[in-house]
């Protein structure tokens, strides 16, 4: 019995130092874990006002507008509810479409109310000149279309953008309400590293 005793009482004196070593030498966080921005090469924080022109042509031979889903009722809808529409606009620097290309909207605009024609837009900016070129910034949020100045969040971006946060400002330029073609101001303020 005293063997027996003995026995248990180091097996379980083993397992408990057992234990202890696995809890030291154990990774606590393997999901997850804090970085220094330094070592992800990240410097200071800048914060970058960029300005352009989007072209959004939904008529003639080769639209950069299309739509590709609606609902049953969307016809019958006074503010097309349900329509949704996928996008490779070009940004340009000057309303005219002729002017210097600086990248393409690509995305989709859905119509999301029943009382106003205001779009989800789910974009992203993809910038194709200068020290940008490549990188991208992605936009989700609300565009009541026929008021002044809509204002969207910037939710993330690539390249020179990776982390970045802000906001983008669009106007109507000119529409054509016998189209829907439309050239659209943007001012985008975005913080980026």
């Known amino acids: 019995m ?5 026995d248990v009482l ?12 696995t809890l030291a030498t154990a990774r606590p966080d393997t ?3 804090n970085l220094s921005p330094k070592k992800l090469g990240l410097k200071r924080e800048k914060l970058s006002h960029l300005h352009f022109y989007f072209h959004d042509t939904v008529s003639g031979k080769n639209p950069t507008a299309v739509p590709v889903a609606q609902a049953a009722t969307t016809n019958k809808s006074s503010t097309s509810f ?16 002729s002017s210097k ?9 859905a119509s999301a109310s029943q009382s106003e024609v205001s779009f989800l837009m789910v974009l992203n900016l993809f910038f194709t000149e200068g020290k940008y070129n490549g990188s991208t ?7 009541s279309i026929f008021s002044g100045i809509r204002e969207m969040p910037i939710v993330g ?10 906001y983008a400002q ?24």
């Open 101 to 109: 290309q600086v990248g393409r909207a690509q995305g989709i605009y």
């Open 170 to 193: 669009a106007k109507t330029y000119t529409v054509n309400l016998k189209t829907n073609d439309a050239i659209v101001e943007y001012n985008v303020h975005v913080f980026h590293y």
């Open 31 to 33: 999901f997850s874990r």
């Open 10 to 21: 180091i097996f379980l004196f083993l397992s408990f130092i057992l234990l202890l070593i």
């Open 157 to 166: 971006g690539s390249g020179l953008f990776r982390f970045a946060r802000g």
């Open 82 to 97: 349900g329509l949704v529409v996928m996008i490779d606009d070009p940004l340009t620097v000057k309303p005219e479409v």
């Open 2 to 6: 005293a063997r027996t005793l003995t």
């Open 137 to 143: 910034l992605s936009i989700l949020g609300r565009n």
